[in-house]
């Protein structure tokens, strides 16, 4: 047995990589090489522009995010699959709308995507891996599911499982944006999906004019110090107090740039049971939330990729939802009542919505959508 690839084995294994995705779950899988060269120049004035804010780990590869035979060496095309994830009969726009709700973005209104996706891209490797054995040739291959520096949306443009927007989200036109991504480095030279799926963005705009904060610096350029994403999640000092009012009820990430696009009428549910909403994380009363102890919170994101910001950040992002809701009792009581025990960060939030709410400012809304 020969222990070099042919062709036709390659495009025998590719099609039944196929096979086997869509067995395990995936909605679609594709495969590209791995030249990235124009997406790592552009990452890198990203970079110098400061856009990145206090995300050090964007720009502490050198050139391994963008040269995947760098991160893993010997690796010649990169398998990319994507997973939907949009609970069924959520209500998204219907949550913004009310001051009282808690807004969690979506992706994380059930389990935590990594371990999932981690765990089917390793039995696609196994598979992969398996076939290979019994044919004699050598195979290696690394999974990934937003855990190295990896351009996974690059990636999955090059492999024809969409398109990147204006609002730096891969978009599919016949599934939308809200799906995962996962990539399998392999030293397999397997052919190449060639996109057949242009950049269908055309003139609409509608994703940069309704961002709440006014994050996109043009099409294309997200500048994440301004990103709810990133002010609640990745930030880990005080959200800029020019940025508060515009939060609205955001407590975990943002999906407005989605929600509004037009491509998303699109998108079909998950039936992954695991994506599904927990604890009512998908409309929760921001009082009801806030007053959690830190158990509660340990308890009730097990599992959750929300609960990577701790409890601390976790009040922090409700406070200032709190200051951006209707000034009842009920929440200036939930304020008070936790202001004693507060963190100084916390404190400090607390105290600018008490401010808010006892001065009778209203928060003004930012949403553009039927």
Not at 186 to 201: A, G, K, M, Y
Not at 311 to 326: S, T
Request: aromatic residues 8%; neutral net charge; glycine residues 8%.
């Amino acid at each position: 047995m020969s222990n070099t690839p042919d062709p036709q084995t390659m495009a025998e294994l590719a099609t039944q990589i196929r096979v086997w995705g869509r067995e395990l779950g995936f909605q679609q899988v594709g495969i590209t090489d791995c030249q990235l060269e124009k997406h790592g120049e552009r990452l890198q004035h990203w970079l110098d522009a400061g856009y990145n804010g206090d995300m050090e780990w964007m720009g502490a590869h050198g050139d391994k995010r963008w040269r995947p035979d760098l991160l893993e060496e010997g690796t010649l095309r990169v398998i990319s699959v994507r997973l939907d994830y949009l609970p069924p009969d959520t209500q998204p726009v219907q949550v913004l709308k009310d001051p009282g709700k808690a807004y969690v973005s979506r992706y994380a209104n059930g389990r935590d995507y990594h371990k999932l996706i981690r765990k089917r891209l390793a039995q696609l490797a196994q598979q992969i891996d398996r076939y290979c054995e019994e044919r004699g040739i050598p195979a290696q291959g690394r999974a990934f599911t937003d855990s190295a520096p990896v351009m996974e949306r690059a990636l999955a443009e090059k492999a024809g499982l969409g398109w990147i927007g204006k609002n730096c989200m891969v978009i599919n036109s016949q599934a939308g944006s809200w799906f995962f991504l996962g990539e399998i480095y392999t030293n397999l030279p397997l052919p190449i999906d060639v996109s057949d799926e242009p950049n269908r963005c055309g003139e609409c705009t509608a994703c940069l004019k309704v961002c709440p904060t006014d994050a996109f610096i043009d099409a294309y350029t997200l500048d994440a110090r301004r990103c709810i994403s990133y002010l609640t999640i990745e930030n880990k000092g005080p959200i800029p107090e020019e940025l508060r009012e515009p939060m609205g009820n955001r407590v975990f990430g943002c999906d407005d740039c989605q929600i509004i696009c037009p491509w998303n009428k699109f998108a079909k549910p998950t039936a992954e049971q695991d994506f599904h909403p927990r604890h009512g994380l998908d409309s929760g009363e921001l009082t009801d939330l806030f007053r959690w102890t830190e158990q509660e919170f340990l308890k009730k994101t097990e599992g959750s990729a929300i609960r990577r910001i701790g409890f601390e950040r976790w009040q922090r992002n409700l406070a200032v939802a709190l200051g951006n809701a209707d000034a009842t009792a009920e929440v200036i009581t939930a304020l008070e009542e936790q202001l004693d025990s507060a963190t100084p960060l916390v404190a400090e939030h607390i105290q600018w919505a008490l401010a808010r709410l006892r001065s009778g400012r209203r928060r003004k809304r930012k949403i553009k959508r039927s």
